[in-house]
């Protein structure tokens, strides 16, 4: 009698046992599954259906994270691929050969007319050469220049609008060490311009200043030979370089920068007018500036 009681009771125990771990796997289970926005119930991190993830996870790291990744191990979380997929077709289909061929030769095509406009154009025409921002939002057009001079094969440009406001220098009038001689061979230089159209830019002897420019700002003695009276000297400035200059009068007319210095005082260089007159001003004042280049083709 005691030994089919003992083997009751522990009858009795196996079943509790039996039914107190089917009951722990049913709720973590339970815990575990989840209904993905597509309706698919799911126990992993990702629906294998439409691969949206829980929006709260635990990375296999250990770390608990509800962003698209795990800060600690990078494992992603939301479903990227569809994204990721997206992003290499569109990467496959602009490097495939024929992709690449057909921009470069657009590209090359665009510089084949602008210079053949080049080599037509007359003094006093408008040509366009490189690019640069120009408008408000800060967008890269092409630059229209005033052909100044034709010399043989060779000629001088000068920008149609004034495409930016800089100082001249901090506290000198000294050209060759200014710094708005180090940005527009500089920076400027290198952002208009490509490989391809550095080519025709011609490194130019400024005797005056005693430096070889590839760009710079014409001199007082230029201003007036290039540009006969005040008139014609008047310039206005694009609206990119209007956000950082007040050097405008009502007819959006601005001052530009000169090269040539005023010996009278160390701070103080030349400049054209808003009336185009050629007149000075403290170096460090944000003026407008209009590039100048030669040009060989």
């Not at 191990?73 to 495939?96: D, H």
């Amino acid at each position: 009698m005691k030994e089919q009681y003992k083997f009751i009771t522990l009858l009795i125990i196996l079943c509790l046992c039996f039914i107190f771990t089917g009951c722990k796997n049913n709720i973590q289970s339970s815990q575990d599954e989840w209904i993905c926005t597509c309706g698919i119930v799911n126990t992993g991190n990702f629906c294998g259906i439409c691969g949206s993830a829980k929006s709260i996870w635990t990375c296999s790291c250990g770390t608990v994270n509800t962003t698209k990744f795990c800060t600690n191990c990078g494992k992603q979380k939301e479903n990227q691929q569809g994204n990721q997929q997206e992003y290499q077709q569109e990467n496959q289909q602009a490097n495939k050969p024929e992709q690449k061929q057909e921009n470069k030769q657009k590209q090359e095509q665009k510089q084949a007319i602008n210079f053949n406009l080049l080599k037509d154009a007359k003094v006093g025409d408008y040509v366009k050469f490189g690019n640069y921002p120009q408008n408000a939002k800060g967008e890269e057009q092409p630059i229209e220049w005033q052909i100044l001079a034709k010399e043989g094969n060779n000629m001088l440009f000068i920008s149609r609008y004034a495409l930016e406001a800089k100082c001249f220098d901090n506290d000198s009038n000294n050209w060759k060490n200014s710094e708005i001689r180090s940005w527009l061979n500089g920076d400027f230089y290198n952002k208009a311009f490509n490989e391809k159209e550095k080519k025709y830019i011609k490194s130019s002897n400024l005797s005056d200043v005693g430096t070889t420019d590839n760009v710079f700002l014409l001199s007082t003695k230029e201003a007036k030979k290039y540009f006969v009276n005040d008139e014609m000297r008047k310039c206005t400035a694009t609206d990119y370089a209007k956000k950082n200059s007040d050097w405008l009068d009502d007819d959006n007319y601005s001052w530009w920068w000169l090269r040539s210095l005023d010996s009278n005082y160390g701070n103080v260089v030349c400049l054209v007018g808003r009336t185009g007159n050629v007149s000075s001003s403290d170096v460090s004042f944000e003026i407008f500036v209009r590039p100048a280049l030669w040009i060989n083709f």
